[in-house]
Structures are given as C-alpha cells and as structure tokens.
C-alpha cells in the first residue's frame, strides 16, 4: 500500500470516527430536547397549579356529541350542566345556547323575611309631635329595613345553686343542688363558645391565634391560643364516643370509597415538620364519612383500618373498594380474595385533560367519551333513577360506551407517544385501570368516580393553607375527629354549630356507645325533621 493509499484510509477511519460522533451528538441533542420539553410541561404544569383555572370544562365551541345507538333507551339526553356535586368532571355542554339572563331579585327577596327583628324604631313627624291632640293615626307606610348584626360578646354563664335547711330539724345539714357537670370535661368553655372556636378553624379555616386575636378585639378578653389549643383538645376527647359509632357504622358498609391526602404536622427533636396523612373512608351509599389520621401512607396504615383474621379475611365487612390507582390499594386486594376494586373515572379523564394542551387533536376523542357516560350519570341523578333501572342501562348502553371508549385510547396506545409525556402518562394509567372500571358497570351502587370523596377532603386541604400544619402527631389524631364530624354535618344537612352545641349540652361525660349512637348528625338531622313536621302539625 502506498503513501497515498494509506492517507485515504486514515481519511475514511476519521471521517466514520466524525460520523459516529455527529450521529452520538444527534441523538444526546434529541435526548436533551425530549428532557426539556418534559421539564417545561412540569413547569407549565406547576404554573397552572399556582396561579391558572382549576377548572375542567372543555370548550364550549366543541362539537356535538350524539349518542348513537344507545339513544333508543335513555331518549335524547339533555346536555350535561355542571352541578355541585360532581364538578371536577362535567364537561360544558355543547352548542349549548346561552342562558337567558336571571330577573334581578328585588330587596324583599333577598334575605328570609323570617329574621329577628334587632331594634324597632317608630318615627313620628314633627308636625305631630308638636300638636298631637290635631292628629289621629291612620296607617302606616313601608318599614324601612337594615340587615345588621348583633356583635357576639364572652361572658360568664354563671349557674346559681341556693342552700337551704330544714326549720323543723335545725340538726340536719343544708341541702343543695348538685354542681352542674361541666359542658366540656377539663375546661371552662361553654357549648356556644366552644362550637364557635371548632367551626372557626375546621369549617372557615381560621386559626386559632386569628381567633385569639378577634375575641380580644371584640371583646376584650385575651384568650391565648394556648388555651383553645387546650380546650379544643379536651373538647375532641369528649367527642370520641361519637367517632366511635361512625367508625362501627363504616364497618358495616359493604362498598367504601378510600383516598388519603398528606398533612403536614410539628415533629419534636427533628427541628422541621414531618408529613402525616388524613386517610379519608366514605360510604357511598350512607354518605357516611371518617377521616383517619396516620403517620404514613403505608399499606400497613390501610391493613390496621380494615383489620384481618388469622385467615386473611377483613373484619370489615366492605366487599367493594374504590380508589385511586395507588398500589396499597392494589396490593390489599391481591392478599384478599373476596375484595375487588373499582376505578375512578375522573382521575383517568383529569389526566386526559392535562394533556389537552399537549395533543388536543389526540385527546379530544377520549374527552368525548368519557363525557357521553357522565351525561348519563347526571341523567340518573336528575331523575333519581331506581337502582334496578341504573343497572339495567349500565350494562347495555353504558358498557357500549365503555367499549368505544377503550378502542380510542387503544387506538392511541399503538401511535407514538413518549412514555413520560402527558399523553402517554394518561394512556398507561387508563389502560391500567381498565378492568377496575368494569366494577362499576356490574354494580348499580358504585359511584362512577371518587369525587365526593374528594369534595370532602378540600376543607382540610383549605385550611392547611392557613395554620401551616398541625401542632402535633396527636393533634393530628384530633383534627381528624372533627373534620369527620364536620364533613357528616354537610352530609346530614344540619348546621355544624348548632349541632356541635346541642352534642356539648346532651353528652355525658365517658358517653356509652348508646347514648353515643343517639348524637351523630345523622341521628340529630331525623331529631330536628321530626321535631319540624311536629310543629306543623301542630
């Protein structure tokens, strides 16, 4: 080989050493651009969070939807309004025509006409007041009304007990009335206050060194929040009979929707807080709910809830659980043969929606059908359907739509998509749950998602924003027994301050599980309805 032939072959191996790189360069550029695009979704995603809608309407320009052949049983449904009780999913409907706009209400129906009157006024003229004796009353005009408001004041509800002694028999000891038994053993607050400083900070997220401050404001008395800290303790060891009862009474249900949220609380020694866990247990049936405070989110959290025999049976009696797609879900199913799990539709359509800004051409289709089996849920609600007749349509025209639905997203499934992009995220997670989904098809009582329950966990969620974290593991503990309370009240329609005033007045100090049983809101909601229809009666 000559000179000339061995430059050309070192040319050849350096220009195959150059080629090699510029296609290793291409493909880590590749690699690059694929991370930042995954990062800038992360960020947009984050940003959305903080400071974007948390709505998830579709547009409202979209196309119509038609049912097809599943109209022949429901009948042409009405579009879908978004209500209050399952928010998170309802699409806006489409080519919906724009409501007309409401009356304005006029002042007189704006507020109850049934308010207490605070102060009454009569004006009289001048003119007659300087002469009554040349006027005779006649009528009178229009009231002239102010909402206003009586400010609350603390003072001492003080219960006198008198002595007395025989006139006969001067010999014998006094005779006087028993002490009262204190509202809330361990403290000095009474029923009003105490429901007030519990609806404060559980209900209207207001802690409790803002409360401190309100009272000494309003009225002039300094009450730390080391006091209500204390008091508001003592007051949840009161109430933990009641808790008791709705934790039996869980036991009992046959179908439980479970989710768990992370909460922060004050770790001594560690200088830093720790995060704990409000895992939240609801009866779909009932609407019965329990919030249970635990250190982690362990599955070994889940096993000491349910409970097991020595033959790996649960001692509750839940057949059915619906969840998210959390693997101790998963794993207490696979240990447990007689349990089976349901899927929930708004987590599989929240993250179909999240990739709408990705691929909407992609994501539009799936949005749809999801949609079209939530109208027919709102159908069922709207005409209070039989449990009969909602299974008879579940599994017909809904598991036609189910179908649909799958061969879309399977149909995705086969193009390519980056597994880490939102989209494939989505389709991964549906394809997954797929089977769980079914559940709800075969069983008329399992909800289509696990929204309500969600619903439940928000104020908690709220008020975190304002007091931080909660001031210790045990407090935790006791937070947890009031938000249940709390989230039972709105489930039983019953005021959380009145009724956490009438539970204060009526029970007894180390209350048996009876006379528990007789104060959860659902029993004092028949109480209140039936005293109600007594009086109209009467």
């Given at each position: 080989m000559n000179k000339l032939e061995r430059e050309n072959a070192e040319l050849k191996e350096q220009l195959k050493a150059v080629l090699s790189s510029h296609t290793q360069l291409l493909e880590q550029f590749a690699s690059l651009q694929r991370e930042l695009g995954r990062k800038d979704q992360i960020i947009e995603a984050l940003q959305k969070r903080l400071y974007g809608s948390s709505s998830e309407r579709l547009d409202p320009l979209q196309d119509d939807l038609p049912f097809g052949e599943g109209d022949n049983l429901l009948g042409k449904l009405e579009p879908v309004e978004e209500d209050g009780e399952n928010a998170d999913e309802l699409a806006?409907?489409?080519?919906?025509?724009?409501?007309?706009?409401?009356?304005?209400?006029?002042?007189?129906?704006?507020?109850?006409?049934?308010?207490?009157?605070?102060?009454?006024?009569i004006i009289i003229p001048q003119e007659v007041l300087d002469d009554p004796e040349a006027f005779v009353e006649i009528g009178e005009e229009p009231p002239h009304d102010e909402l206003d408001l009586v400010r609350a004041r603390i003072g001492w509800k003080r219960t006198r007990r008198i002595k007395y002694k025989l006139k006969n028999d001067r010999s014998k000891p006094p005779v006087v009335a028993p002490a009262p038994e204190p509202s809330v053993p361990g403290t000095m607050c009474g029923p009003v206050l105490m429901s007030q400083l519990i609806v404060d900070k559980h209900l209207d997220h207001l802690p409790h060194y803002r409360q401190s401050g309100r009272i000494l404001r309003q009225s002039g008395v300094e009450l730390s929040r080391g006091t209500i800290n204390a008091w508001v303790h003592a007051a949840a060891e009161h109430l933990k009979p009641i808790e008791e009862v709705i934790k039996c009474s869980l036991a009992r249900s046959r179908i439980l929707q479970i989710d768990e949220t992370p909460m922060k609380y004050l770790n001594p020694g560690m200088g830093k807080t720790s995060q704990g866990y409000l895992w939240v247990y609801r009866d779909p049936e009932s609407g019965m709910i329990l919030f249970d405070w635990r250190l982690g989110r362990d599955g070994k959290y889940l096993a000491e809830m349910l409970g097991k025999d020595e033959n790996d049976k649960l001692l509750w009696d839940v057949e059915i659980i619906q969840s998210d797609g959390y693997i101790v879900y998963l794993a207490l199913a696979d240990g447990v043969d007689e349990l089976k799990l349901a899927a929930c539709l708004a987590h599989i359509r929240r993250k179909f929606f999240d990739a709408t800004d990705e691929s909407p051409e992609f994501v539009k289709p799936v949005m749809e059908g999801i949609q079209k089996l939530y109208r027919i849920e709102h159908w069922f609600r709207k005409n209070k359907t039989p449990l009969a007749c909602r299974q008879l349509i579940r599994q017909t025209q809904c598991r036609e739509e189910c179908e649909r639905l799958l061969e879309k997203i399977k149909d995705l499934s086969n193009q390519v998509f980056l597994p880490q992009s939102k989209l494939g995220k989505a389709i991964t997670y549906a394809l997954g749950r797929w089977n769980e989904l079914q559940t709800y098809l075969d069983d008329a009582q399992v909800?289509?998602?696990?929204?309500?329950?969600?619903?439940?966990?928000?104020?908690?969620?709220?008020?975190?924003?304002?007091?931080?974290?909660?001031?210790s593991a045990e407090a935790g503990k006791n937070n947890a027994l009031l938000y249940?309370?709390?989230?039972?009240?709105?489930?039983?329609?019953?005021?959380?301050?009145?009724?956490?005033?009438?539970?204060?007045?009526?029970?007894?100090?180390n209350a048996t599980p009876e006379q528990a049983s007789e104060l959860t809101p659902e029993k004092l909601a028949l109480e209140i309805k039936s005293c109600e229809e007594l009086q109209q009666i009467a």
């Open positions: 806006e409907a489409p080519n919906q025509s724009k409501k007309t706009p409401r009356k304005r209400r006029e002042k007189k129906d704006l507020f109850p006409r049934n308010l207490p009157i605070l102060t009454e006024e909800p289509i998602d696990n929204n309500l329950i969600e619903n439940a966990i928000r104020p908690a969620k709220l008020g975190l924003k304002n007091y931080m974290f909660f001031g249940t309370l709390i989230a039972n009240c709105k489930t039983a329609n019953i005021n959380p301050e009145l009724y956490f005033e009438e539970v204060f007045r009526r029970l007894p100090i």
